[in-house]
């Protein structure tokens, strides 16, 4: 079994900052790719940024670069989401999501509970 557990959200004012974290834990053989998704009230859920394995590679939606920056640790089986100069728009519940290699030689895919992220003054 495995389980991603998201943490680091809460309220900030436009403008703010907020770092989120994602934990994985469980039968874990090795993590592939680790992508943040979020959801809007009413929306669809969208990615936000992704991340390769090694860390060396990553993406993002338009509407976050050169705000946003994702990252890991691969030896705590972390990825991160420093959010900066943040926006009302980015207000939603934002979602950790893993391609996981588990002991039993499983590749699936996971998905947090999401923590809620609210941009507003």
């Known amino acids: 079994q495995v389980q991603l557990v998201e943490s680091g959200g809460g309220l900030v004012q436009p403008g703010g900052s907020l770092r989120l974290s994602c934990a994985a834990s469980g039968r874990i053989r090795s993590i592939e790719r680790m992508t943040w998704y979020r959801q809007a009230p009413g929306k669809e859920r969208d990615l936000v940024a992704g991340?390769?394995?090694?860390?060396?590679?990553?993406y993002y939606v338009d509407s976050v670069k050169g705000r946003f920056t994702i990252s890991r640790d691969n030896a705590k089986n972390m990825v991160y989401l420093q959010m900066n100069s943040m926006k009302p728009e980015d207000t939603a519940v934002y979602y950790c999501h893993g391609v996981i290699l588990t002991t039993n030689l499983i590749m699936s895919n996971y998905w947090g509970q999401g923590t809620e992220v609210t941009v507003s003054s």
């Open positions: 991340i390769n394995k090694d860390g060396n590679t990553n």
